[in-house]
Every structure is written in C-alpha cells, then in structure tokens.
C-alpha cells in the first residue's frame, strides 16, 4: 500500500538511524513507528527478510541482531540505533554461498523457500555457539520457525552436513539422504 | 502488512527518568521490554499506548545479585534466554531456568524479558484476535465492547493468566518492587495478581517494575509442569507449580500448589498444601491433593482444548510434580 503525502509532512514524521547492516553502515529514515521487518523491506528494499503472521507466531522474519537471532516482526526499527543487523542478503561472503546455504539447496531443506531464510540466519547463530550440535539441539534451536513444505527433517540434515563442514570435515550427505529409501 | 498504530517512543535510561517520563504520559502511556506481549497486542488494536517508554535500557534493571543463601534479586529486563543460562539461576533456583525454558520459542526467548512475563496481559480467543474479528462479534467486555462472550452472563472478564513464570514466582514466595513518582513498594507476587481478566494485576498502570526478589532457598524443591498442543510456541493451558520443604525424617515441613492457566490469575490451594504439610508424602496424600486442586482449577471455554480436559489434567499434572518432588 502507497500513501501519497506532502513533502514536507512527510518529513517531518520520519525517524534517521545509523547501523550495521550486513558489515556496512547504513543510515535510514522511516515513520517511527515501524518494526524492523518494515524498514526493511520497505525502505532498505531487501525484502530477503519475509513476512509470515507478523505476531510472532511463525519465525519467518528472524534476523540476527548484534549476533542473536530475533524477529524482525516485533522489534522496533528505532531500537536498531548503532546495532550490527544481519539479514540472509548478508549470509553469503563475497558471492560464496554460507556452507548453510548449500546443503539447504543441495538436499532440498528449500522447497517453496519462505521459510528459508529465518532458518538459515537461526541455524548460522546455532553453529556459530555450538559447531557440533545433536539433532535434538538443532530440533530446540530451531523450534521457532515454521516450515509448511518439508517436514523438517530435511532441514535437519542440511544443518548437520553444514555443521560437519564448518568443522572441516569432508562430509558428503548419505546416499538415502539424497535418493530415498530402498 | 499488520501493523502498529502510531506512537511516540521514549527510551529513557534510569529508572528515574523513566517513572517521570510515564507520570507525564499519564493513562495513554504504557511500559514496554522486549515487546512480543504489547507488540503483537498494538497490531490487534487491543491496547493502542500514545506513548511506549523502553525499560530495556535501564541498565538498573538488567543485573542479578545474591545466592541461595541470601535470595536473589532478578532485574526484570533480564532476557529468557539469558535467565534460561544464568549459573546462578540455574545451580540455586533451577526451576526458574526449567520453566523460562519452556515458554514460546528461542526466537522469542532472545527478546522477552522475566519481567513482562510476570506482567503479561490475560488471554481469550475471543479477545486476542485482529481488530476486524473482533469487530465481527460486536467486541466483548475486555475491550471496546461490553459483553463476555464466554460466560455471557457474567460480570466479569475470564480472561487467563498465561505466563509460565506468573505460579512459579508465587510457589517461590517471590516479592516484587514496583517503583511510581509517588514512591516505591514491595508486593508478594502472590498479591500482585488478582483474579479479574481486565484488572489483572494488583499494579497502577503508572508503576514500574524493578526488582524481583526470592527468597534464600533453605532446603526447599521445586517444580514446574506445563501443558500445551505443541513443544514450543503455546501458551500454557495449564500449568503447576509446586514446592516442597520436607524435614530430615521426610515429613512435609512446607509445601505450596500454583495452578496456572486455569483462571484470570494464579490459584494457591490451600487445601492441598493442607494435605501435605505435617505428612510423609505417601501415595494417598499425593492423590488427595491432587484431587484438591482438581476442585479448584475452573478453566472456561476460551484457550486451546476443551475446558474440562483441561480440568481433568489438573490432577496426573500435580501428581508428576509431586512425585518429581518425591
Ligand atoms: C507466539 C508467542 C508465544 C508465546 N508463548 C508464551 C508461552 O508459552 N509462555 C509465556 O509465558 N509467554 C508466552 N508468550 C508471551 C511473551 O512472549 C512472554 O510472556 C514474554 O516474557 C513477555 O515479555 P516481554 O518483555 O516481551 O513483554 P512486553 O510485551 O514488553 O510487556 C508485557 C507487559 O508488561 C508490561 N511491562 C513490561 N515490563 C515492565 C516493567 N518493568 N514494569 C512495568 N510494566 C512492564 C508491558 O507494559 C506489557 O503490558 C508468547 C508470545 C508469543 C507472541
Ligand atoms: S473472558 Fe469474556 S470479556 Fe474476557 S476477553 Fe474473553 S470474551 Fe472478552
Ligand atoms: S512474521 Fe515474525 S514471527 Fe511470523
Ligand atoms: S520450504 Fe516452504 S515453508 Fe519451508
């Protein structure tokens, strides 16, 4: 929805903040009563971040801020003020996709995909604290976000092959993982 | 896009500050912390603030000090997740960890605060829906309307008390301080709730909450039970809180029973601490209070699962807790 206003009107109702986003600082303006998730994708333009039941209910929208990964649809754009905010746009280094965002490709922890980014950036803060979770920790960590199409476990997978790679190990997912059961 | 009404927000840093800047917001002025209890209310036009005064910076507010043997005192901008790891919590009052674990998701955990959960407003499916819906039945007492759709008949709201700290701070004999311009008080948490959906709590909207106190352990266990549809997300639909201060030869010296989630507030069963105390916990004394505070839960058609399963459930619930106490 656009709301046409005057200039000047416009202006005057707008909050300005300074932070990190994505390792660079940005500065923004925007109405000050906006969360997080509206700033975003409606004036930073990175619409990576979705938007689900915007109640908290769903973990879709889930953005790590200062490291901890939050949902964007309840924090407050104004309380980003001198933060580091990382959104899925910054989760790949320089075109190199995140070990996360290959294996979730790779064994189809991605089906329609709405879902993927706040797993992705809840799953990077997991690893990040604990390289070598058990399921059951992965299953906690993640218990947060909603996904409709794939049932989780392919989710789960993706995570322990990301987890074995980040430890360096030259891991290759299990032949069943990728064809089936016989 | 669901999204917040306009208001202005203050981000005050000392408790000072904060208390004056709410004196001169008056009734429009409303506290926030982590905000997934207002937020989420805001977009639903169920509590609509002019002005929405931050206490997550007040830095007062965000420490824990004290042991076991002195009692802590827990600031309440203390994130879940930070009280769901804190050593001390966990070592000296694990049950306050065990039960932080147990609400919502991490996602969550990382933003909600110990003390807008001790605060957090009741619930009804009939009053936490969007504006629109709630338009569709002509509103209800809680808000902008002037019926209960639950107990129509009723003079009161039925709203619940859902927040899984809410009986295990009073099974605890936890005290709050809450701080106004006009000065500062300590109050039981069991006399912070009362047993009303719209005036829930013992509290003037003007006051801040401070500090919350427990009390030096001396031997006493705890325990807490939830029930819910899904392991993570829901709010309880029932929840016990149950302590328990036996004497060397095993006879209860103390006891305390919290129901949660069946009520507009928390409900203490006298009867069933009555039971256990000056006993050894045999099998018969466990069911017999189990029994007394199946008497005393009255959940209402207005959460997740039919109300008299709900009931029925006090029972193997306070019997778990009893005997994890055992
Ligand atoms: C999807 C979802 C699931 C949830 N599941 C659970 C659950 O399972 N169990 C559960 O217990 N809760 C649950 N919650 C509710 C909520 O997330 C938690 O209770 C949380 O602890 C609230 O803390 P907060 O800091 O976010 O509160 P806020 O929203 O910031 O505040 C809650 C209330 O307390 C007031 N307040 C806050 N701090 C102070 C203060 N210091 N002094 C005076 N007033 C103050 C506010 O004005 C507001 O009325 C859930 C919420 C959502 C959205
Ligand atoms: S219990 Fe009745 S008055 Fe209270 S919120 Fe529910 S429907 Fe409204
Ligand atoms: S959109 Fe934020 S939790 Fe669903
Ligand atoms: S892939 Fe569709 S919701 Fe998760």
New interface residues.
């Given amino acids: 929805m656009i709301k046409i206003k005057p200039m000047a009107e416009d202006k005057k109702q707008k909050a300005h903040i300074r932070f990190v986003l994505n390792g660079e600082t940005v500065e923004v303006a925007f109405a000050p009563h906006k969360t997080l998730l509206e700033v975003l994708r409606e004036d930073l333009n990175l619409t990576g971040t979705k938007h689900g039941c915007e109640l908290g209910e769903c973990g879709t929208c889930a953005v790590l801020v200062d490291g901890l990964p939050i949902l964007s649809c309840l924090a407050l754009g104004l309380d980003m003020e001198g933060r580091e905010v990382t959104t899925i746009e910054g989760m790949a280094e320089g075109g190199c996709l995140h070990p996360l965002q290959v294996t979730f490709a790779d064994l189809g922890a991605a089906q329609c995909g709405y879902c993927s980014p706040g797993f992705l950036l809840t799953a990077k803060e997991l690893l990040e604290r604990n390289p070598a979770p058990t399921r059951d920790e992965i299953r906690e960590a993640l218990s947060g976000n909603l996904c409709r199409c794939t049932g989780y476990i392919k989710i789960y997978e993706a995570v322990e092959l990301a987890a074995a790679r980040m430890r360096g190990e030259e891991a290759e997912p299990a032949r069943e993982i990728i064809h089936g059961y016989e | 896009?669901?999204?917040?009404?306009?208001?202005?927000?203050r981000?005050p840093r000392e408790i000072s500050e904060a208390v004056k800047m709410m004196a001169d917001a008056g009734p429009d002025g409303m506290f926030v912390a982590?905000?997934?209890d207002l937020?989420?209310n805001m977009?639903?036009r169920q509590q609509t603030p002019k002005t929405v005064i931050?206490v997550?910076r007040l830095q007062e507010m965000r420490a824990i000090r004290g042991d076991a043997e002195t009692g802590i005192v827990i600031g309440p901008s203390i994130s879940l997740?930070d009280i769901c790891n804190h050593p001390v919590i966990n070592r000296d009052y694990p049950v306050v960890a065990e039960a932080a674990r147990l609400i919502?998701?991490?996602?969550?955990r990382?933003?909600g605060t110990i003390g807008g959960n001790l605060l957090l407003d009741t619930r009804c499916n009939y009053y936490d829906q969007n504006y629109e819906w709630r338009k569709g039945i002509n509103f209800c007492m809680k808000k902008d309307g002037d019926i209960c759709w639950v107990a129509p008949s009723s003079p009161k709201c039925w709203a619940v008390q859902s927040a899984d700290l809410v009986p295990v701070m009073v099974a605890l004999g936890a005290r709050v301080k809450l701080v106004s311009t006009l000065g500062e008080r300590m109050v039981t948490a069991e006399g912070l709730y009362n047993d009303d959906g719209i005036n829930y709590l013992h509290k003037r909207p003007d006051e801040l909450l401070t500090e919350i106190h427990l009390p030096p352990r001396n031997g006493m266990k705890a325990v807490y039970k939830k029930l819910r549809r899904r392991?993570?997300?829901d709010f309880p639909v029932l929840g016990v809180a149950a302590t328990l201060d036996r004497a060397e030869d095993g006879t209860v010296r103390d006891a305390r029973l919290i129901l949660g989630g069946v009520a507009p507030a928390p409900i203490r069963v006298k009867e069933a601490e009555g039971i256990l105390v000056g006993h050894k916990l045999d099998q018969e004394r466990m069911a017999a209070a189990a029994e007394a505070c199946y008497l005393k839960a009255r959940p209402l058609d207005n959460t997740d699962f039919l109300m008299n399963w709900r009931k029925q459930m006090a029972r193997p619930f306070v019997l778990r807790a009893l005997e994890e106490l055992r």
């Fill in positions: 896009m669901m999204r917040l009404p306009k208001f202005e927000y981000v982590g905000g997934t937020y989420p977009k639903r931050s997550t997740t919502s998701t991490p996602l969550l990382n933003m392991g993570a997300f």
